[in-house]
């Protein structure tokens, strides 16, 4: 854990020394992951913690994605699979695999993700609206990132948190 | 304003505690209508809240209790006796004031609600001056109160001496000469305190020689009885003293024992302190779990003794603390049992029955929560009984019962839980009665009103939409109200057991758990899944062979001692992925719930644990026979077991495929065709190794599965892909090693035959022994020929000669 979180913050560092941004109003603090083959970003405030996997219990009635409960320092808190939930397949949990805990309000819940990337400086003016096809209430895009070499996409935390079975 | 809030807040808790009193004190009044002790508790109510509320300037309420204070007060001199006409003008009254102090509470204001009606009656109770009008005309319009109440209050108490009638007069002398009398008294008190010896003085020339030393050391002489009605103006000076010595003597010791022993604390903090203790449970559930493994570990160990002594404090400790805080939660039931002598006496009244009320118990206590929760199901209850139980005097008396019938309602202490129990001597439930009801209103069928119990058919009761009253009645036979009572109890995790006899009576119990924070579960097991089922749905576990399961119209069912329990399996309801079954043996766990039954089927019992419990939180709620969450000792986290969500689940469940499942495997596993039906799986770390043993069994033709390592090994076992005929086990293995494997493999009844092969290079006799523990039927040791190998394959998967 320490040793990716030296990256990260190597690598975070880097970046601002890069783009010389400075912690204006301006700008959005993310956390970058993959998931599949893609990579997506949530608002680093959003996110209470990340973790390494460990074991969960699973939770009957409720759709594929949502693999169950784990117990977080006292607190029994829902894991949700994302790749089930964008509908890839399943795979194995590696090395990589973390689980974000998100918060929004009272609401918190683990997400199942493929890798983390690194925390992603980005100025407002930068993040565009989500292509039309998919930019409704009910999406749970955010917009796009764009970034020098590539785009990510921004999700919302409030919609990942809502229960939509 | 902040100020006045607070005020207001102390103003209503204070008030709403002394009429939840106050309706037990009027009742008991009514039938012993002499009891002065009583009469002047109650008529300091009405004072104490009429002057609170005048400072609040809440006149409407300020107005009534004045009323009421007038009518009381003549009672308490003996002016005015109470029969049950006056009595239903008090008691009306009194509702109003708590309608008036409901409504201050939602809007810290007491408009709204029309006093004018019964305070014309109360002021013709009290003596028909006819000075009515006044605040009748007044409350039309609610503004001109604030001015004319007050006015109205002072008139009558300072001008208005000559109007007065001679009782009131009299009333007024005494009041006046009270607080004199009181003042003096308190002076004294003081001196006497002081050091100082007072001489005996009558303190007003007309009084007779005072007992007043006696009242300061010993408990005052029960009050005389009341004089008759009306006695001259001047003469009741003898009786003033003795009247006022209780009053003065009792607030004074009230006083200075209540302060000291009781402190007001927001119900929020105690929930937080629930919490923590939660987590402190967990905490220690954990530590005994660590310590068992270490005792195992480092058996005979010096320190151990040590650890162990810790570990049993810490223990100890926590569970006296956690019953210490469930205390501070605990409010004695007696909180809600005083509503109903009122409410027996306003039924009885209505329906034109006697009937008595005996409470016992009321001192037992229960969580706050659970408190606040069973009051509806009894009023429901004691109402039915009112109602449908007790039969009318004439009919009592036909029968040759006593004319007055008889409630009897208490609460005791029984093991873990509460048992609240509503017994009275009425008609009794006809069972027959009950069925054909039912039947009318197509709640149950011809056959199940044939094959049911009376115990199922006093359940009949509870199914909404049921009524048994001939007529509908204010009181009740709405068909809501038992539905209701079931389904509150069980929300509690409590069960109702009813029993009774045709024209004697019925008993109706309520067993609730003491709290709902934490409870005492059963740990079941099926599969790899732990399910918690709190203990207090728990009738008995039963082992059963799996031969004793019936099916009976596609459901399963077992007879269990001379009833027929229907059957449903944990792992049918919870959608558990059932892989290896096959045992002969079941366990089932008898549900009850109320009146009904059912035998839950798991693979294990694990054990009684104390449990706390956890919400899954907004976003896994509502599962439908889930009820939360719990922490286990090793941190994982086990679902609790909702018992009335899972009986109505079981309904909708088809018999169980526990039968077919465990022939299916050793069926198609018997069948070998040709060489390739053979399966083995090779399980070793080394890839090198793994592919010599799959060069060595290949010419054989037979389908080989390969597996990393032991944890690997199980999971493609348990997957249920292929059905092997032997396994090849290295010993040396990360995350799980060939032992344990082979161990865990033999847990599972349909591979208790499964050979197992050790392939290692550890040659010890000990390693050798460790293994034929563990389940293995050969040892072959590295390095070894290919040919060798594949005899030994051979021979234990019975290999048939004609493919070779």
Redesign the interface.
């Known amino acids: 854990m320490s040793d990716k979180l030296k990256q990260i913050i190597d690598k975070q560092g880097a970046q601002q020394a890069d783009t010389g941004l400075d912690q204006s109003d301006d700008i959005v603090q993310l956390v970058g992951f993959i998931i599949g083959e893609e990579e997506y970003a949530v608002p680093i405030l959003a996110i209470q913690e990340i973790i390494k996997p460990f074991?969960?219990?699973?939770?009957?009635?409720?759709p594929p994605y949502?693999l169950?409960?784990?117990?977080l320092r006292?607190?029994?808190?829902?894991l949700i699979d994302l790749r089930a939930k964008f509908g890839l397949q399943s795979k194995k949990q590696s090395d990589e695999t973390r689980f974000i805990v998100m918060r929004h309000g009272?609401?918190?819940?683990g997400f199942v993700i493929d890798r983390l990337t690194m925390a992603i400086r980005i100025k407002k003016e930068n993040i565009g609206a989500a292509p039309d096809t998919m930019n409704s209430e009910d999406s749970m895009i955010d917009g796009v990132g764009k970034q020098e070499d590539k785009i990510i996409t921004l999700l919302k935390v409030n919609k990942l948190?809502e229960?939509d079975f | 304003m902040d100020e006045f809030q607070e005020i207001l807040q102390d103003f209503l808790v204070e008030s709403f505690e002394l009429v939840e009193k106050l309706d037990e004190d009027l009742v008991e009044l009514e039938s012993n209508p002499e009891d002065l002790e009583l009469l002047n508790g109650i008529f300091r109510v009405a004072h104490t809240v009429k002057g609170a509320s005048s400072f609040l300037n809440f006149d409407v309420l300020t107005h009534l209790t004045h009323h009421m204070e007038d009518v009381l007060n003549k009672a308490r001199h003996g002016d005015l006796i109470l029969t049950p006409d006056i009595m239903d003008v008090v008691l009306e009254s009194i509702d109003l004031m708590k309608e008036l102090l409901n409504v201050i509470r939602d809007t810290s204001a007491d408009a709204g609600v029309d006093v004018a009606a019964c305070v014309a009656r109360l002021d013709k109770v009290s003596g028909g001056t006819g000075e009515v009008e006044t605040p009748a005309a007044v409350e039309a319009a609610p503004e001109p109160v604030v001015e004319k109440a007050p006015a109205a209050e002072a008139e009558e108490e300072e001008l208005d001496y000559d109007s007065m009638d001679p009782d009131e007069i009299e009333a007024e002398i005494e009041r006046l000469l009270n607080q004199r009398q009181d003042e003096d008294k308190a002076k004294r008190a003081a001196k006497i305190a002081a050091g100082e010896s007072v001489p005996d003085m009558p303190v007003t020339p007309s009084e007779e020689p005072e007992p007043e030393p006696k009242i300061e050391t010993a408990p005052p002489p029960p009050p005389p009885p009341p004089p008759p009605p009306a006695p001259k103006p001047v003469t009741p000076k003898p009786v003033t003293p003795k009247v006022e010595e209780p009053k003065a003597a009792a607030p004074a010791k009230r006083a200075s024992a209540t302060v000291e022993q009781t402190i007001r604390v927001d119900v929020k903090r105690l929930d937080h302190l629930m919490n923590l203790i939660g987590e402190l449970v967990l905490a220690k559930n954990r530590l005994i779990k660590i310590n068992d493994d270490v005792e195992e570990r480092y058996e005979g160990e010096e320190f151990l003794e040590e650890l162990n002594q810790v570990v049993s404090i810490v223990s100890l400790v926590t569970t006296d603390l956690q019953i210490a805080v469930m205390k501070t939660r605990m409010l004695p039931i007696g909180k809600v049992f005083n509503k109903f002598p009122r409410m027996i006496r306003d039924l009885s009244r209505e329906l034109s029955k006697d009937i008595e009320l005996v409470i016992s118990g009321e001192d037992t206590e229960l969580d706050k929560s659970i408190v606040e929760e069973i009051g509806d199901p009894l009023v429901h209850i004691i109402r039915n009984s009112c109602d449908h139980g007790v039969e009318t005097p004439a009919i009592r008396t036909a029968a040759g019962k006593d004319a007055k019938g008889t409630i009897d309602l208490k609460a005791y202490n029984e093991g873990n839980q509460i048992v609240i129990q509503i017994d009275d001597d009425g008609k009794g439930l006809d069972t027959d009665m009950l069925k054909n009801k039912s039947l009318e209103k197509g709640i149950i069928t011809e056959k199940e009103a044939d094959n049911m119990s009376d115990k199922e058919a006093f359940g009949l009761i509870f199914k909404p939409g049921f009524s048994t009253a001939a007529a509908v009645t204010s009181v009740s036979g709405r068909g809501v109200g038992m539905d209701v009572v079931k389904t509150n109890i069980e929300k509690l995790n409590g069960m109702i057991d009813i029993e009774s006899t045709l024209g004697s009576g019925t008993s109706i119990k309520l067993k609730i758990p003491l709290t709902l924070a934490i409870i005492q579960a059963l740990l079941v097991g099926v599969q790899e899944e732990y399910y918690a089922i709190p203990l207090a749905s728990v009738l008995e576990t039963v082992r059963i062979s799996t031969d004793e399961i019936y099916t009976v119209e596609g459901k399963s069912v077992m007879r269990l001692r001379d009833e027929v329990l229907s059957l449903v399996h944990i792992g049918d309801i919870f959608e558990v992925e059932r892989i290896l079954d096959g045992s002969e043996h079941a366990y089932v766990v008898v549900l009850g719930l109320g009146t009904s039954k059912i035998g839950l089927i798991v693979d294990t019992l694990v054990g009684q644990e104390e449990i706390v419990i956890k919400s899954l939180g907004d976003y896994l709620k509502g599962i439908e026979g889930i009820a939360g969450a719990t922490i286990r000792g090793d941190g994982g986290v086990t679902l609790i077991v909702d018992v009335v969500a899972l009986m109505q689940m079981a309904k909708n469940v088809k018999a169980t495929a526990l039968i077919e499942s465990s022939s299916s495997g050793s069926a198609a596993s018997n069948e070998k065709s040709k060489a390739s039906d053979y399966t083995v799986m090779i399980v070793d770390d080394s890839k090198t190794d793994r592919t010599i043993m799959r060069k060595a069994l290949e010419p054989m033709g037979i389908t080989l599965v390969e597996a990393n390592d032991g944890q690997e090994a199980l999971n493609v076992l348990k997957s249920g892909d292929y059905n092997f005929d032997a396994m090849l086990i290295d010993i040396e293995m990360p995350r799980m090693d060939g032992y344990t494997l082979a161990g865990e493999i033999k847990k599972y009844n349909k591979y208790k035959n499964l050979p197992l092969i050790a392939v290692t290079s550890r040659t010890g006799k000990s390693d050798r022994m460790r293994g034929v523990e563990s389940g293995m039927v050969e040892y072959i040791t590295k390095p070894y020929s290919a040919d060798y190998l594949a005899s030994v394959v051979q021979r234990n998967v019975n290999f048939k000669s004609e493919f070779l």
């Open positions: 074991s969960w219990t699973r939770v009957p009635q409720v949502v169950g409960v784990f117990n006292g607190a029994v808190i829902p009272e609401d918190v819940a948190l229960r």
